[in-house]
């Protein structure tokens, strides 16, 4: 069995073995193609780009492993998404997105060189672009229960005290 295109791109793209300077180099060169990818895509938001795999990365001036790294990234943000698992270079992809999902994954990643293009500008306003940042932000955070103390009135609504009630 022949490793498949994504297995190829993760060796490469996580691999363990790089020494620092690569491995930075290495990301630094690939966010700069994922960046001008997306400002392709998003000044047209609306239009299906669709291909094979090797289409879509001759269409980007990729290589067909950083065009499945770009695939992987931006898979659940699609409309549908594509057999990245399974998936060769004749494999027919889409990359028709969602764009509410997209803005929201690049602000979940963290990712402010892709959530700050000037393109997303053009898609929604200022004021859509703030709720959707929050409505990410907020989806995330984690917000601890208060906790019951042993005195205080127990909520079950009895009127005992916490230790003598349901906290027994």
Do not use: H
Request: net charge negative.
């Amino acid at each position: 069995m022949s490793r498949t295109l994504l297995d190829q791109w993760k060796d490469i793209a996580y691999n363990e073995k790089a020494d620092r300077g690569q491995f930075q180099r290495f990301w630094g060169t690939y966010f700069q193609i994922e960046k001008e990818i997306y400002e392709q895509l998003l000044a047209n938001p609306d239009e299906e780009v669709k291909g094979t795999v090797k289409e879509l990365a001759e269409k980007y001036g990729q290589e067909v492993l950083t065009m499945v790294g770009f695939l992987d990234g931006i898979n659940e943000s699609l409309k549908e998404e594509n057999p990245i698992d399974t998936m060769d270079e004749d494999t027919v992809v889409s990359l028709a997105f969602d764009k509410e999902k997209l803005y929201k994954n690049m602000v979940a990643a963290k990712a402010d060189w892709l959530y700050e293009l000037p393109q997303w500008k053009e898609i929604y306003s200022e004021e859509e672009l703030k709720r959707l940042y929050k409505e990410q932000k907020e989806s995330t955070t984690i917000r601890k229960e208060k906790k019951i103390g042993r005195n205080d009135p127990c909520p079950c609504g009895s009127g005992k005290k916490y230790k003598k009630c349901c906290g027994r």
